[in-house]
């Protein structure tokens, strides 16, 4: 139960207990006056002196609510937000202002507490410039070496990928961490050569339909000795590898003894991997405007995967209003032969699959692809987080829990030239994601179920937004 809750509930005791200790100081002094006419004398008496009781509790709670109780939840949560989320910005004092010592004492530890993240920072940068370096050295040897790469974890989820696999995997689907395997292969070739692997111990060779579309590809699967899981090696000859391109990496080792067989309800909040999207439109009305954009982002164990994103425009079929170009800048010649929202819904849908949807203010964006899926068949039954209702269990109701305001309180710069772009305003939105997980984890919301009914105690704030 919230502070202010609280204080409003005790309000409320006293307010009826004076209430009742007047009427009964009433009721003994009328028994003992035993006089017949003036129960009506003793009677308004104790309504007026009730309702004044009652006028003066509440405005007291109303000083006591704006200048203290509201104070300490918004101190609370900045304190939260440096501990969590290693927000830098000053403590806001003047808000406190009521609170006697508890601000001045509070800045104190927070910059008690920055000098110390700041020396560990020290030490974790140089540690991580380390192992950048160690990277960049295995890219570059990997480079000479063209042979797509692909490590799993026994639930057949990717765990690493190298460049020429993500160039053949993008033939089928997008690739990404964390996912499954079957979104791009065929799930039966894949299962019988693991449990081959599983017995035997010894590299299987394979050939893996596609999950889409005609293609297949020549595969060895290999054991990873006593760790978990297996690497696949994609040998098709068809696939256009670029030897002296760069080869990024992209890998999550975590995700080895990650478990895979529990419900999404059910994990961490850290397990879990999300995709952060946002849309611009023809306008304000989902019933009847289109999309013309759509950006989207993944974030995987609180970092934004790079390279792992959506930025596509989309024909809406229609002319796109002055005045919505005037927002987000999209004309009429740059949708001109961009694939419809058919292909992109689908694309989107695919990139999605295993994930949370996050979005801001996400009932208006989902409208527009609940609207398409009615003739497209497509089914939009993933959980759905709203960064709205995250900031309203962080930072209380009564807060302003735009983009701009949330982005601001978790200090997070949103460049000018990518303000309402899809993918710019989906970014900052996985940021804003990135920052509240540790600070949702501070408050004991551990795991998806528990965010998800916590959220929904909020949900009337999406309803005034839209």
């Not at 006056?33 to 009781?53: C, K």
């Not at 005037?326 to 032969?337: E, K, Q, Y």
């Not at 527009?368 to 009615?374: G, N, P, S, V, Y």
């Not at 997070?412 to 899809?422: V, Y």
């Amino acid at each position: 139960m919230r502070l202010r809750l609280r204080i409003f509930l005790f309000f409320c005791l006293l307010a009826l207990g004076g209430s009742a200790a007047i009427g009964l100081g009433l009721w003994a002094g009328y028994a003992r006056a035993g006089v017949g006419q003036a129960v009506d004398s003793f009677v308004i008496a104790g309504l007026i002196a009730v309702l004044g009781l009652c006028a003066l509790t509440v405005g007291i709670w109303l000083l006591f609510d704006e200048n203290v109780a509201r104070p300490i939840e918004r101190l609370a949560a900045q304190l939260r937000g440096r501990a969590h989320a290693g927000v830098e910005a000053d403590l806001d004092l003047h808000g406190v202002r009521y609170l006697g010592d508890l601000g001045p004492a509070a800045a104190a530890m927070a910059g008690q507490l920055s000098a110390s993240t700041l020396a560990t920072a020290g030490a974790v940068a140089a540690e991580t410039a380390r192992l950048e370096a160690e990277k960049a050295r295995l890219a570059s040897l990997l480079t000479e070496v063209p042979i797509a790469t692909v490590l799993l974890n026994p639930g057949h989820q990717i765990v690493l990928y190298d460049g020429q696999a993500a160039g053949m995997l993008a033939q089928v689907a997008h690739p990404r961490l964390n996912a499954s395997l079957f979104d791009y292969l065929d799930r039966g070739a894949i299962e019988t050569a693991y449990t081959r692997l599983a017995k035997t111990g010894q590299e299987v060779t394979l050939v893996a339909p596609c999950t889409h579309g005609e293609l297949s590809f020549r595969c060895r699967m290999k054991p990873l000795g006593d760790a978990p899981g297996y690497l696949l090696i994609l040998d098709d000859s068809t696939a256009e590898i670029a030897p002296e391109a760069p080869r990024p990496l992209v890998y999550d080792f975590a995700l080895l003894d990650q478990p895979h067989d529990l419900a999404l309800e059910a994990r961490r909040l850290e397990d879990l991997a999300y995709v952060v999207f946002d849309t611009e439109t023809t306008g304000l009305l989902p019933h009847k405007d289109e999309i013309v954009q759509l950006g989207a982002v993944r974030v995987l164990r609180g970092r934004i995967l790079p390279g792992e994103e959506i930025d596509q425009l989309v024909d809406p079929g229609r002319r796109i209003p002055p005045a919505s170009t005037r927002v987000h800048g999209i004309t009429d010649a740059m949708v001109a032969g961009a694939p419809g929202i058919d292909s992109v819904a689908a694309s989107f849908n695919r990139f999605a699959n295993g994930a949370v949807i996050v979005a801001h203010n996400a009932p208006f964006d989902m409208a527009f692809l609940r609207r398409q899926a009615k003739h497209s068949g497509l089914v939009w039954d993933h959980p759905i987080l709203d960064t709205v209702l995250l900031s309203a269990v962080l930072f209380g109701t009564t807060e302003s829990h735009t983009l701009d305001a949330i982005c601001t309180r978790l200090g997070i710069a949103i460049p000018k030239d990518r303000r309402h772009t899809a993918l710019g305003d989906a970014r900052a939105t996985a940021e804003v994601l990135c920052r509240m997980l540790p600070m949702l984890k501070a408050q004991g919301l551990e795991t998806l179920g528990a965010l998800l009914e916590e959220t929904r105690r909020h949900g009337r704030l999406l309803e005034d937004l839209n």
